[in-house]
């Protein structure tokens, strides 16, 4: 127990270290934290109010943590709270305001001025769209087009903000007068989340397929705050959400005859659910079948059927 | 019974016509009605178990109704759902988005190419910012201005869109060629909440103080809409929420000197709490008295110290 | 600024002070704080995110807060968030866990041996049920008969616990045991919620309809707890909702007639809305009216009609 | 989609013959569905607005909801949404209530006299603690021993409905007299939930290590009723969540090297995390350990060590 309070004491030291520091991210944003409540030893803390005198064997705290993460008892992680100041272009905050149980106060333009900041794209950063993926992107735009589009942007950005300034200046309400500022105009928030629904954020967010955007922000919260915060539960969210694969009944079946070394009917058991159909000589494009063929790349083992 | 399931059925016809139906609203928005489960009679009907064989004391069904709403107990309002599909400017959606209670599905513009359609403010529809309210408008700017401030609206909303679509033919994803897309840009969803949190959405933005743009929204929700799907409950919620106005301990001490005929000792009262306070002559704008006088005119009484 | 800071400094010391005392509640049930996020300036400050640089004009922090208040700007009260640690009887526990907005571990009788104590009724405790509620309850039995029905809790009691002893040393499961307990046994839990929910739940069950027990725990809760923690928001609570009073459209208009002076037409306008039907000589009992002769008492006017 | 559409046709009908029909559980309890809004079509409805055009390309509906489930888009399942009538021991009602996501109208026994009837333990019903797992239970006792339990229970449900009854006679407050009454007392409720969150309630209940009490309803309202209600969704959610595997990080370090036939190096990757430490010549009883071999159980194939 002694041992595990002075874990604590270094853990609320390294994230007292960083309260109200700003962490950068794109041209122009950045997270902070403002305030917390709770950390590990607050999820331990509530479990055993949970479990009562029965938690005596339930040996170490961090077993207790990972036991609980790794079983989805979600309760004692929202024993935890976390307070940030984000500030965010609104096309990427129109994402993250879709996750619900998070406390809100974000900075009106109704009441204030807008802020004078737009997200830049800089020539190397246009992405392009994705061919496998209608929600994605992949690969970058040449330089010399991404310098033109670059160039055209700065452009938008100064006419939209003249437009609104010129509104401002002849009476218009502000209400009304921001209503053609760019969806990269930076907006500010205060977010405030429980841990159990942060992990949610966060598993949703850094993964691979969210956008590029959001997902610098996400990664910035798990990696340079929330490691801090709560290392044990974060080991755990890593080693049981963030690292781990979701095998379907079907890809059960494979992998079991994979592990008992009969490829062929693990072959076989991807034919009988229609993955191996053909078209010009070439597998068709099915999803299930990708995404599992995907899996086994992560994992690192070969593909029955290659 | 049998009368109050007659007026169910015409309830329900009166919904049902309407079922699909676009409410035009703005320029080019619209909400109509999907789906819904439940009415009136839901109401009734989830009181009645929580009550028991007790209800047969609590005679009428719109009298139940009115007792529900008027003591708060709002879980029978949650029995009925409703599933709207709108079409609203993504600046507007960003107020009612605000509102986490509801099931929401929007259009993906990662996904898809960007609706094609922004709100276009007419010459005579710019609205001076408010003196009194930092937060909102008053009155109309001349249409000479506004004429002069609609032209470079629809330039700017024009090369916007130029912009947009030069970046999609270039190859560049449709999530990151999105990013200057003016706020005014139309975007749809499907909405869905229960009748509790949807009176509570009507009752933040049917108010005066609300933006006028999701006001026209929830005008629109709450006349058309739920005043023919749940009558009893709609007559009732106008009545007590509404048309009703809240004082606060002082305003109540003012009021029943004034009830009583004692004009001086309600002055005395508001001099007590410092409302009457003057610089130069005149009273200080104090909030709290500015918004008695205001509840004041809006019952047509006279106001004691003026 | 500085003096703000000192308020809150004090106040922090104040809530530090009580910091994991328990206050006693019922017999043998506690509250007591874990650990709380923010105060008072957590509100201002995450308030002045929303208004940016607009907010110097709303001068003082209590003016703010009172504003937001009132106003039901409730998203800053949520950036407070308190932890409670709490010792309830089940059947009290059952209406406090409707509050779904808050976060709770509770003691598991799956995993441990239940608590050994149930809610005793003393001999003068016993209510009679309300004549005029159907909910409520109103005055005591006479001792002679409290004290022989308090003797048969006892014995009730003591045989559900041996039942359950029993149970648990033929080794019946504990989730199977526990069934029979009486409702009134204890349980524990830790409780998590922010402070525009809490207050929320303290207007419901301060209220005086509701029931005794959950009516100590939440007096105790806003007057030991919380008017320390937030003693600025505390006093606005009171004013603004706890010691305000709501009138409906039909009541404005009787009251404006009695402000006034028109004692005749506030009467009139009763009888219009069918609040004065008699039978036998006697008004019938109408709620709407009953309750406005309420209001009318707790306002120390008198009424129209009598 | 004309296919589609039949399809829907006869899924509504399928669920419209069950309307109102009450399921039994227990040995008095019931599931009733009391209405429904929309159906395996509306996720595709809501999916499809989200995609707009976009969505040609996925061709069937039935996989567009596969790898919507498949994927965690959860919001296009909250388009659907079911009301329920149960009648359940308030025992097992206090674990159902922890989701908090439902809309839920309970039966008041302040206001009206409490259901009379509390669930009975048949002789051969009373089930032994489980010594691995201490939230569970196992196996059961011997029918004499039964037989004795369930004969004490009955006097003392009796005993307790004589007490309860007995205090109401003397005119105590429903509200008060109802404190003793054992937790195994039923009560009903209406409870209203959208898809969505309906599976992540049967995900939990469902489980075989959920009580078996709630996981009775829990296995009728999935087989029974939802089974019926969005065929196509029931099937994804079998094979995506029910009959689905998740390997953490290390699991899936070893399932690598058992699938390409290196067992030795699968449980060195074992050993390396401390899951193969032994006591007394017996493998110690590690968590994560034992977990991994009953999901080798689960998909039979061989646990490496052994």
Known sequence: ????????????????????????????????????????????????????????????????????????????????????????????????????????????????????????????????QSKGNRQGSDGFLEEKTGKMLSNKEEKLHNLARDIYNERLELGVAREQARKDLPLATYTEAYWKMDLSNLFHFLELRMEKHSQKEIREYATIIGNKIVAKWC????????????????????????????????????????????????KDGKLKKILERIEFEEKCQQMGIAIPWF
């Not at 609980?68 to 994402?95: A, G, Y």
């Not at 109704?110 to 737009?118: G, L, P, T």
Request: hydrophobic share 40%.
């Open 1 to 128: 127990m002694q041992q595990f309070e002075d874990i604590q004491k270094q853990t609320v030291k390294a994230l007292d270290k960083i309260l109200g520091k700003p962490f950068k991210v794109l041209d122009d944003g950045f997270v902070r934290v403002i305030d917390y409540l709770g950390s590990d030893n607050a999820i331990v803390q509530a479990a055993r109010v949970s479990y009562g005198k029965g938690t005596k064997k339930i040996s170490a705290d961090r077993e207790l943590i990972r036991y609980l993460l790794r079983h989805r008892h979600t309760s004692p992680f929202e024993m935890c709270e976390i307070k940030l100041h984000v500030r965010v272009p609104m096309d990427c905050w129109r994402q993250w305001i879709r996750h619900r149980t998070a406390n809100v106060n974000e900075y009106s333009t109704r009441y204030s001025i807008a802020i004078d900041a737009a997200q830049n794209t800089k020539p190397d950063e246009w992405r392009f």
């Open 231 to 278: 290392p044990m539960a974060w080991e755990a969210f890593q080693d049981y959400h963030m690292n781990s694969i979701t095998f379907s009944k079907v890809e059960l079946e494979i992998l079991k005859n994979m592990a008992t070394g009969k490829t062929k009917e693990a072959t076989q058991v991807a034919e009988q659910n229609n993955w191996l159909l053909q």
